[in-house]
């Protein structure tokens, strides 16, 4: 069987503590806490206009391949102390509507979403979560349904210190590192009830965003933000900048950064009450991150027979695709966003020949899954703007006669090799992947 060299750029960032002290670092789980006790409703936009301000170019992003259109199955939970909103009550009619205003929102990306059912669990003590780490032990295990390309949307009377709060992707879980017992089953998006009213409930909006690999603009700070080149730099969200860093120029800018620029208060990723949109290149990650979610909704063996290359952003493969004596990379420590690789000469070739040298390049983290040099000849495919999948030539296989299943041109230790993968214990470790965003939303 042809064995793939697997390139992965995580898409599946780590986890995020997100609050007004955190120091969040993105490439070690996967939950996000949305900031809460925040009075958006009366928050004052002053001196914020409506305005056309252009944002970064997306480039030849936007001219790249697209993935295919994706739905969601959306099951609900409602789990409340008693029938009000305050005791964590949302009646179906909310939910379906809550599920059409994502299809509205979404929508333009080609990603929909299907209400399946809601479920509704009268417990006053769950409906109260007070201990963040123990939430997915105690509640959304016992509750959750379906796979992981299933959004499972709970509703509860009370969230410690926030409104909203949801896992990203797990990039952990497509390597192969965490196991789906591990990750599928506590993989859910969990928020106050009075988030259906508040803010024209796009806290739901801002959280299926996280869901879906979304972070906050500020969450990596000026440089790198969220990784997404076409939303504004900012230190932090646009309900948190203080009235003398905000102007009308240019249709309402902030000071941040080091620089007066526009704001991302219209974008349903920062903290700010007239949020209505993401950017295009925020519709590209999502959708990258949905395929991903689809591709592994099941169980996700431990080891591949496919190797892919996959990213947050848009990866440049500065070189030649197609290796007749293979290629090998090195990669620094330091830098995550660079690979440098040069193609092999051939061995029978004149001693001292210089190898074609060449860089795999993105501006979010890099990180490669599988040998970093590879034998023989190989052949690289760019099947998206984030995505590419190297395959090393296949070997023929010499079947044994004397063995009647290999006469059907199935290696017997291929089976062996199959089988084999079946029994690699899978990590159990309980982890704490939510994506705690401060809500404002």
Sequence with gaps: MTKFLTLLLP??????????????????????????????????????????????????VRQAPQY???????????????????????????????????????????????????????????????????????????????????LNLIWLAHLAGAAGACTLPERRYVNGEL????????????????????????????????WLGLLHPWDKGCDIGDYIDDTWPQENATNSIPQDQRREDNGGEVFQCGAWRPSNYHNFMDY???????????GQRMRA????????????????????????????????????????????????????????????????????????????????????EIDGGVTCEELNFNHIRCKPAAIPQVPDKSDPENNKGVPKDQKRKKDDSKSVPKDQEEEERWVWGVTDN
């Design 289 to 372: 991150f949905g395929y991903l979610r689809h591709k592994y909704s099941a169980e996700r063996p431990l080891s591949a027979d496919e190797s892919e290359l996959w990213a947050g952003c848009q990866v440049k493969w500065n070189g030649a695709k197609s290796f007749a004596h293979g290629f090998a990379c090195e990669r620094n420590a330091t830098d995550t966003f660079r690979l440098s690789c040069a193609a092999k000469p051939d061995p029978a070739g004149a001693a001292g020949g210089a190898a074609e040298q060449f860089a795999v390049e993105a501006r979010c983290p890099l990180e490669w899954i599988g040998p970093l």
């Design 68 to 150: 295919p259109d994706m739905n969601f199955r959306v099951f609900g939970h409602v789990v409340y102390a008693n029938k009000t909103v305050q005791g964590g009550y949302v009646s179906k009619e909310d939910v379906v509507s809550v599920v059409d205003m994502l299809n509205q929102d979404f929508g333009r990306f080609g990603i929909s979403f299907t209400h399946v059912n809601t479920s509704y669990t009268l417990n006053e003590t769950l409906a109260t979560v007070t201990d963040r780490k123990k939430m997915s032990k105690t509640l959304t295990r016992g509750i959750r349904r379906g796979q992981w390309a299933d």
């Design 11 to 60: 898409l599946f960032l780590a986890r995020v503590a997100v609050s007004s002290t955190a120091d969040p670092t993105l490439e070690d789980g996967t939950e996000i806490w949305c900031q809460g006790d925040l009075d958006l409703e009366s928050a004052d936009p002053a001196p914020f206009y409506e305005h056309n301000a252009s944002l970064a170019p997306s480039l030849d």
């Design 272 to 282: 700010f009450p007239f949020r209505d949109s993401f950017t295009d290149l925020q």
């Design 179 to 210: 196991s789906w017992e591990t990750v599928v089953p506590t993989d859910a998006c969990a928020m106050r009830a009075t988030t259906i009213k508040a803010v024209r409930g796009k806290i739901i909006t801002h959280e299926v965003g996280h």
